[in-house]
């Protein structure tokens, strides 16, 4: 009976690292995705100012 509940808890244990490690792969994953989609934005903003400043002449450029 002792070595039955060993094992239970054991399965147990085990399913609860899974649960966790699947958790923990899940939200890496998504702020990845977050991270990316940020540094799209970014380049974005920064490649819009510096044509609005080449097509006014404005020298006060942003990031390159």
């Not at 990845?32 to 006060?60: C, I, K, Q, R």
Request: proline share 0%.
């Amino acid at each position: 009976m002792t070595n039955q509940r060993n094992d239970n808890q054991q399965k147990d244990v085990d399913i609860t690292k899974g649960i966790k490690s699947a958790a923990g792969n899940l939200f890496h994953g998504a702020h990845n995705v977050l991270e990316t989609a940020e540094n799209a934005a970014m380049n974005s903003v920064d490649t819009t100012s510096n044509v609005l400043s080449n097509l006014t002449g404005n020298e006060n450029e942003t990031q390159k």
